[in-house]
């Protein structure tokens, strides 16, 4: 059927079931689900979900997704969940060990970013992303997603070969966070079955667990009526579903299936409070949950309802970042809202990074603003200020239907099937916002805290550091401040705005002296009379989208080395503190029913403002770009928080193994160079100032003379240049310096260090490779292509070979700024009695590489995986403004950096042999060990 007739049918009938949304009887009919996705079951039980989406070409997602997770385990079974999604890339069926992600790989297709899974409380699911522009892999991966189903081999040796990967994927989680988490779980969730059910499993179970219990889960749990595939992309439906029926339709239902129980988390009487500490965490956080039992969200009634939350969260969430700008708050970060907690209970939930100095007053602040709704309610302004901004948003939506990627589809099917969540398709949600949201009264809203905000079946838990100079409020005066919450002394709240508009009057319209067309790439160079050049590239990847993104080279490298912190810092403190008078609530406040965000920032070698909104709404963008060059605000409170904000966040770095880690490491390989090793505490005490940072903002954004600004979205171009001349081309352009400056900062080479930190046994390696190079327009990509290269290598070699390792990270990349320089980094955690058996297996493979050359079929599997990547990025259009900065900061041919493939179709063997000999070398070579502290005297 034509696309335009199946859209036009869908819109039909959206349009006809309004006028039963407005009567009592339409709110007891049900949500309807996305005309646009075919949805239904199979005899055998098992669900489907089909879009055609065609904002990637020919690329489809395809997921198998379970209703089963670690709460189905048994005792004797804790992991193997979990274990099994492993043993998924083991061997199936249709495909040997190892031969599943060497097929895929050799289409392009990269482990972790393509094929994936993960598993839950309650749901498992298996991720592949495929070319569709061949019929043989596609139905191959159909074939991968059934093996997957009912045709895991689950072979003795290899899952005894996975016990050890997943043993490392057990230690990569030996974190204070984690065992925080550990800690505080039974608690928030009352003692329920997923405070002893973590999906990763028991170490004991995971390393002895008999086969058969592999085998019990698999044949128990695995069966069509507890699955659903999932299909979006670029695809034929029809054909897609026969294919669906035709890979899934013989599977069968075990005989006597048992029934799959859910497990629900208790009520509780009164206020649970739990402090939790540890050695290895740096920040005191509260999480608030007030919970309730969730209540389905079936009908167009409960959809309503869900709307009026939805309100009263983000008119909340105004009101805290409103109160924070005053200056006086106790704690750096606070959020509140409504939601889907775990299993069957929705919460109220608050969460705060407090001040480790001011605990107590920070849990009062982070309670208050939802207290003072519950008392005074909301005003009138807030409630149609947030509904004209979440008509806009569902009409961006609506507007991008078909430009949307296909993942946020797909996370949507999976959220219906494993917990119902409504999925009525972006049209049916803009129809039904418009017509409730003028019906939703502020007295509805305001019931919502009369509701949540009560004193059963409420937990509280308050994390952070141990150390004895943190004074935690204790358990008992918790529960009485919330007992007692309902005394705390509040004022109303007042509606304030500074002004009505954002900019009152217009800048006299500046002058654009050139303009050049490249017919070839669609793209318009305007040059104006201040010195900007403004690059505009109309495209359709987006229907409603633009995006915006000025540079200059000069950044803070050009501030002396005392100011240097208050200028590292400048663009930010701007970015907090508004523009014209205006805060940054005021600015939100102003463009609630716009769809616009900006945002200036300064760092090492270039000043940058970026931004987006929609097509309607680039007036109010450039407004906002030309307010932060002309008049940006100085707020004495804002930046004391923001500097308390960045002293809290480092001031127990040393604390946190990974941390210290990576201090230390910039520390060696820098020569302790101020610019290249985080800021410690007292060095934002002594060095932070408000003047300083607001002067240097100034001097950089006084003028904009040497600024590019690249426009890439769906916009006209003969309507954006009357704007660009009024807000572009009127800013000041007097001469600035517009080249960075190289404040010596050069990395060293032929470390070997080791550093003793924590208490877990877990070693970190940081192997790395650096040093001078010539860079042409060809050297990201074979830097990029190595480091694919390196890793694939790797992981054949320490995980699927060695099991040492759960994953191994490796990246490379070169600069010419201030000089030509590379890096090529390999890292991973593994057992510390493995370090240097590991270390000697990488650097064995690395010299195979340079001695023995590179095998074709890996040649393959890496252009593949970057002509997939590349064909990606010519559908994104913040990749566009990407590659044509690089082209006009480089001066490199934008024609040849945009399209050109003849790089990835020619690389070669010779070439990667090459490299490797040339660049991972022992005297460009690093070594860097973290180890625990209890090593210490056996070293």
Not at 595 to 622: H, M, W
Not at 652 to 660: A, C, E, H, V
Not at 850 to 864: L, M, P, S, W
Not at 887 to 915: C, G, H, P, T
């Amino acid at each position: 059927m034509n696309k335009f007739i199946q859209t036009l049918i869908a819109l039909v009938a959206i349009l006809m079931l309004l006028p039963a949304i407005m009567t009592g009887q339409g709110y007891n009919s049900p949500i309807p689900i996305d005309n646009t996705v075919v949805h239904g079951k199979l005899q055998n039980g098992l669900t489907y979900y089909i879009k055609h989406n065609a904002q990637t070409q020919h690329k489809a997602e395809l997921r198998l997704v379970l209703n089963v997770g670690s709460t189905l385990e048994t005792d004797a079974q804790q992991g193997i969940a979990h274990f099994l999604e492993h043993m998924a890339f083991n061997g199936t069926k249709h495909f040997k060990k190892n031969d599943l992600i060497k097929y895929l790989e050799s289409l392009g297709v990269q482990f972790g970013a393509d094929l994936n899974a993960h598993t839950g409380f309650d749901e498992t699911v298996y991720k592949l992303t495929l070319p569709t522009n061949n019929e043989t892999v596609f139905d191959n991966g159909l074939q991968i997603l059934r093996d997957w189903a009912d045709g895991i081999t689950l072979d003795e040796i290899d899952i005894d070969e996975e016990r050890g990967v997943i043993i490392e994927e057990m230690r990569g989680r030996l974190t204070g966070p984690q065992r925080l988490f550990t800690n505080y779980i039974p608690l928030l969730v009352n003692d329920a079955r997923h405070a002893y059910r973590f999906p990763i499993g028991k170490e004991d179970v995971v390393k002895n667990a008999p086969y058969s219990e592999f085998k019990n889960f698999y044949d128990t749990w695995y069966r069509p009526d507890l699955m659903s595939v999932i299909i979006v992309g670029d695809i034929n439906v029809e054909e897609t579903k026969n294919k669906i029926v035709e890979y899934f339709g013989g599977m069968e239902m075990p005989v006597n299936a048992k029934d799959r129980q859910y497990y629900n988390i208790p009520d509780h009487e009164g206020i649970k409070v739990g402090v939790f500490k540890d050695k290895e965490v740096e920040n005191v956080q509260l999480y608030v949950y007030f919970k309730k039992e969730d209540k389905p969200v079936l009908t167009l009634g409960d959809y309503r309802e869900q709307l009026i939350e939805r309100l009263f969260s983000g008119m909340l969430n105004q009101r805290i970042l409103e109160e924070m700008e005053k200056g006086e708050a106790p704690l750096f970060k606070v959020s509140a809202g409504i939601g889907r907690m775990l299993a069957n209970k929705d919460a109220y939930h608050i969460t705060a990074s407090l001040n480790e100095n001011n605990i107590y007053d920070g849990v009062i602040f982070a309670l208050q603003e939802g207290e003072r709704v519950r008392r005074f309610g909301f005003t009138q302004p807030e409630l149609d200020r947030y509904k004209e901004q979440l008509l806009n948003l569902a009409d961006l939506n609506r507007m991008e239907e078909g430009k949307i990627n296909s993942r946020t589809y797909v996370e949507q099917y999976v959220d219906h099937f494993t917990f119902n969540t409504p999925v009525p398709g972006n049209e049916f949600i803009y129809h039904f916002y418009k017509s409730n949201l003028p019906e939703i009264s502020l007295d509805e809203v305001n019931a919502i805290a009369q509701k949540w905000i009560v004193k059963d079946n409420v937990s509280l838990v308050l994390t952070g550091p141990e150390s004895p100079k943190v004074a935690y409020p204790t358990e008992g005066e918790l529960i009485d401040l919330l007992q007692s919450f309902d005394k705390v002394e509040l004022d109303p709240y007042v509606d304030e705005l500074a002004k009505n508009k954002i900019m009152e009057d217009l800048p006299k319209v500046g002058e654009i002296l050139a303009t050049k067309y490249n017919q070839d790439l669609n793209i318009t160079e305007l040059i104006l009379e201040n010195g900007v050049t403004v690059i505009l590239k109309p495209t359709l990847l987006q229907n409603s989208i633009v995006n915006m993104s000025g540079f200059r080279d000069g950044g803070s490298s050009l501030a002396e080395d005392k100011d240097y912190v208050s200028a590292r810092y400048a663009g930010e403190i701007i970015n907090e503190s508004g523009v014209n008078g205006i805060s940054k609530s005021g600015i939100n406040k102003l463009t609630m029913g716009k769809a616009v965000k900006i945002r200036p920032f300064i760092n090492f070698y270039e000043e940058l403002i970026s931004g987006a909104s929609a097509t309607a709404d680039i007036e109010t963008l450039l407004q906002l770009t030309h307010l932060y060059f002309t008049n940006p605000n100085k707020d004495e409170r804002v930046f004391e928080l923001y500097k308390d904000k960045q002293i809290a966040m480092v001031q127990n770095d040393g604390i946190n193994p990974s941390n210290y880690f990576f201090k230390q490491i910039a520390i060696e390989t820098s020569g302790n160079h101020l610019r290249a090793v985080p800021l410690s505490s007292n060095q934002i005490v002594e060095e932070l100032d408000l003047e300083k940072s607001v002067s240097f903002y100034n001097e950089r954004f006084s003028s904009a003379f040497g600024f590019t600004f690249i426009f890439v979205g769906n916009f006209d171009i003969e309507k954006i240049k009357p704007l660009i001349a009024q807000y572009i081309a009127s800013l000041p352009g007097h001469q600035i310096a517009t080249k960075s400056k190289d404040i010596g900062l050069r990395y060293t080479q032929g470390n070997n260090k080791v550093y003793f930190k924590g208490t877990e046994a877990k070693a970190d390696v940081q192997l790395r490779f650096n040093g001078g190079i010539r860079i042409d327009e060809d050297t990201e990509d074979m830097m990029n292509a190595l480091a694919s290269l390196v890793k694939l290598k790797l992981y054949e070699e320490l995980r699927e070979k060695r099991g040492g390792v759960y994953g191994v990270r490796v990246s490379g990349f070169a600069t010419e700024i201030p000089y030509e320089w590379y890096r090529q980094s390999i890292e991973f955690t593994c057992d510390p009695s493995n370090v240097e058996t590991l270390i000697k297996a990488t650097m064995d493979v690395i010299e195979k590489i340079k001695d023995e050359g590179v095998a074709q079929t890996d040649v393959v599997k890496i252009q593949e995986a970057m002509l997939k990547r590349a064909e990606e990025a010519l559908q994104n259009n913040g990749m566009w403004a990407s590659r044509i900065k690089e082209s006009y900061k480089y001066k490199r041919d934008l024609k040849k950096v945009l399209y050109d493939m003849s790089f990835i179709e020619n690389l070669s063997a010779r070439d990667l042999q090459k490299w490797a000999r040339k660049y991972l070398t022992e005297k460009q070579f690093s070594r860097f060990v973290l180890l625990p502290e209890g090593s210490k005297d056996l070293n």
